[in-house]
């Protein structure tokens, strides 16, 4: 898995996946042209899209309806370093009535690879190559 991100100018960034692209951006008051959403909001995008992939899932595979499936994410910001911390997901799913299935959405959700990324903090190596040719 890999994804390759080409600066735009100013603040502005776009990410490449497999032929998809997105623009990332500052808001108006950080300095950006408000294009796309700020880093730390692709990962609540992130991790809320894994959330609802996987209670979707959930559902599927027993025959129920996930119209009207909402995940909403939210976190607070935290210094010392500087992150996001205390992420909340909220999965809204009207007319689930059953205890078991109600249970069965949350353990799918806990089970999305996001948020055992972040519950399993992976190593990360930062490299910087300043070798134009190899570059392009």
Known sequence: MEIVVNYRGGVQFEANARGHQVV????????????????????????????????????????????????????EKAMGPARLAAFHIEVRLAGLADDKHREGVLRAVKAC????????????????????????
Do not use: K, W
């Open 24 to 75: 990332c951006d500052q808001p108006l008051d950080n300095g950006g042209a408000d294009a796309g959403m700020s880093p730390p909001e692709f990962l609540l995008a992130s991790l809320g899209t894994c959330a609802a992939f996987y209670a979707a899932q959930y559902l599927r595979t027993r025959s129920l309806p996930a119209d009207g499936l909402q995940v909403r994410v939210s976190a």
């Open 113 to 136: 690879l996001i948020h055992n990324t972040l519950l399993h903090p992976p190593a990360i190596d930062i490299a910087l190559n300043t070798d134009v040719a190899a570059l392009a």
